[in-house]
């Protein structure tokens, strides 16, 4: 578990007087500016985020310290962290990406197949990227093909679908 997950991006500038364009990695992506100030990645700086309105591809907002389209042009591309504290707690069955990425996954049988290098959502529900020792396995993440999910344990159980190959 980390002290901190991440929950946007900035995509650029939007306007000229400062706003940002912010992309949410949250459910609902208006929560982003519920968590208090927002850190970057390495915690050099921190920003209380006000949003403005909603943009194509994602939201514009007002960041703190950022008042020109220069500033807010040179942040493009910064991954924007919360304290783990300041985020809800989730369900039995759900789970913060950042917590699954590094599990052990082992098959039905107790086989290890790899670990969690990422998760991955394009749009028809999330998919661990696995890394081992026959390469890289994509499983949907499902209660079918993911039974179990033990973070105590640090492992996951998954019965992937048969392969057509």
């Avoid at 007002?62 to 919360?82: I, M, Y």
């Amino acid at each position: 578990m980390t002290d901190r997950i991440c929950v946007g991006a900035i995509a650029g500038a939007f306007g000229v007087r400062g706003e940002v364009r912010l992309k949410s990695f949250c459910a609902q992506a208006e929560d982003i500016a519920t968590y208090g100030p927002l850190a970057t990645e390495d915690g050099r700086r921190s920003f209380a985020v006000r949003l403005t309105r909603p943009v194509n591809g994602g939201l514009g907002a007002r960041l703190s310290g950022v008042e020109t389209k220069e500033q807010a042009d040179a942040l493009k591309g910064t991954t924007l962290w919360a304290d783990r504290a300041a985020l809800p707690s989730l369900p039995d069955d759900e789970f913060y990406h950042a917590d699954l990425i590094g599990l052990e996954v082992v098959d039905t049988g107790g086989a290890s197949l790899g670990r969690v290098r990422a998760v991955h959502d394009h749009g028809a529900g999330d998919i661990l990227e696995i890394y081992g020792a026959a390469g890289v396995l994509l499983v949907p993440f499902t209660r079918a093909a993911v039974p179990t999910v033990d973070l105590a344990a640090g492992r996951i159980v998954a019965d992937p679908p048969e392969s057509d190959e």
